[in-house]
């Protein structure tokens, strides 16, 4: 095959074009950050999830240990039944504690574990005991308007 | 009798539209069927593939660079309202990955590299280069139409990767380097936001189609045209307009199927 100076440019142009599609997986994307090829599933009752979607991620001491899977409305006990797929790095006690965050005001919601202090470890497919529910503004804000309205008027 | 002349213009006009989209895709059908030999003699996707994708480099280029800068500017001025300048890689990010990237790479490959494919065609056709080729029994389609319409295919999701990522990087050069948005936090939020399956890879898909949508207008405007210097004309302007829009209303349908309330 005698080489042209044609298969010169198209070549560079090919390699141009991938060596872009691989920055936009690796730098751009999460291809290169975050690989969750070896997790194990828990499962957590909310009783309100907020603003809270899959692929959340999920911390504990802010560091990233896995991802909500999915999110789905038990019927029996009219409660929030996620699903979570943690790192297999990571192992957490049987008394952990979920709570729903929040980055920032308004930013987006994430799962905090906070390990409590049982020597066995949850397994695959456990269930996450305590939880604590997702902060919704509105229910704040009422709380604070009754029990400013509670106050006595002594404070006037 | 006026009103019976306008009708039958009208159902005129509907059936020869009708008619072409047929042969359009008998035209379609055959492409595919005699690419086989194309593929077997490589060097002439080769050398469409130089035409249509590295002479696009420069266009894509450029414009990548200026539209990621403009969504830098624009964007940093929007978001600095809602004090969070720093997803401002975010944006950038899945407005050229999701949209910008494949539609305006297309819309520029169909102006850029479209008309001259249905300009040439089109010129071989009206200088009996298409005849000669058939009297000594070569395929045209399998000569002429099949590497150009691999080379399209091939270079169109490579362009819209490439314009991508200069993009990004405008975006970078002007929110970071000028402005001076928080280098961690526009990369990092931006591979936080960003799914390879989800984003990269429904552009790339989206950049296929755009490709092969439009490649294929090409020729065949090119190949149906009338062989007149006014019917070449005519055929490379429907090309560059029959394209864009098909981009335009391909690009809603494709976000509507990958997109919806994800």
């Known amino acids: ?156 | 009798m006026a009103l019976i002349k306008t009708i039958r213009e009208i159902g005129h006009r509907v059936i020869n539209a009708v008619w072409r989209i047929g042969v359009a895709a008998r035209f379609f059908f055959l492409t595919i069927l005699y690419s086989g030999n194309s593929f077997r003699r490589f060097n002439l996707i080769v050398k469409e593939l130089f035409s249509s994708g590295v002479m696009s480099l420069i266009i894509i280029i450029v414009a990548g660079l200026f539209v990621g800068m403009v969504l830098g500017l624009q964007g940093y001025e929007t978001l600095k309202r809602y004090g969070s300048e720093s997803a401002l890689g975010v944006m950038v990010a899945l407005g050229l990955v999701r949209e910008l990237g494949p539609v305006i790479a297309a819309l520029l490959f169909a102006s850029r590299a479209g008309s001259a494919m249905t300009a040439e065609i089109g010129l071989m056709k009206a200088t009996e280069q298409i005849s000669a080729m058939e009297m000594m029994a070569v395929n045209p389609i399998a000569r002429i139409v099949a590497p150009r319409f691999w080379a399209g295919v091939i270079s169109m999701p490579l362009l819209a990767a490439l314009f991508s990522a200069v993009g990004i990087f405008g975006g970078y050069l002007v929110g970071v380097v000028q402005i001076g948005v928080d280098e961690g936090s526009f990369w990092s939020q931006m591979q936080a936001a960003v799914d390879f399956r989800e984003d990269v890879l429904n552009g790339v898909i989206k950049s296929l189609v755009f490709g092969t949508v439009v490649t294929l207008i090409a020729l065949f405007e090119g190949f149906d045209a009338p062989p007149t210097a006014e019917g070449v004309s005519g055929a490379t302007t429907r090309t560059v307009v029959t394209s864009s829009l098909a981009i335009l209303m391909l690009d809603f349908v494709l976000t509507a199927i990958m997109f919806r309330g994800a």
């Not at chain 1, 999830?49 to 240990?65: E, Q, R, T």
């Not at chain 1, 038990?74 to 709570?99: G, S």
């Not at chain 1, 994430?110 to 470890?121: F, H, K, R, S, V």
């Open chain 1, 1 to 156: 095959m005698e080489r042209t100076t044609l298969d010169l440019w198209v070549g560079m142009f090919v390699v141009a074009g991938v060596a872009s599609l691989v920055f936009l997986a690796m730098k751009v994307g999460n291809l290169g950050t975050y690989n969750m090829s070896n997790t194990y599933e828990l499962h957590a009752y909310f009783s309100n999830v907020g603003g809270l979607k899959p692929k959340a991620s999920i911390k504990d001491a802010g560091v990233l240990v896995g991802r909500v899977v999915s999110i789905n409305l038990d019927t029996n006990r009219y409660e929030a039944d996620v699903v979570m797929h943690i790192d297999k790095r990571y192992q957490f006690p049987k008394d952990t504690f979920a709570n729903i965050l929040t980055s920032g005001l308004l930013g987006e919601q994430y799962i905090g574990l906070m390990p409590g202090g049982d020597t066995e470890m949850l397994k695959n497919g456990d269930r996450i005991k305590q939880t604590q529910s997702a902060m919704v503004l509105e229910d704040l804000i009422s709380k604070f308007m009754f029990s400013k309205a509670a106050e006595p008027a002594a404070t006037k």
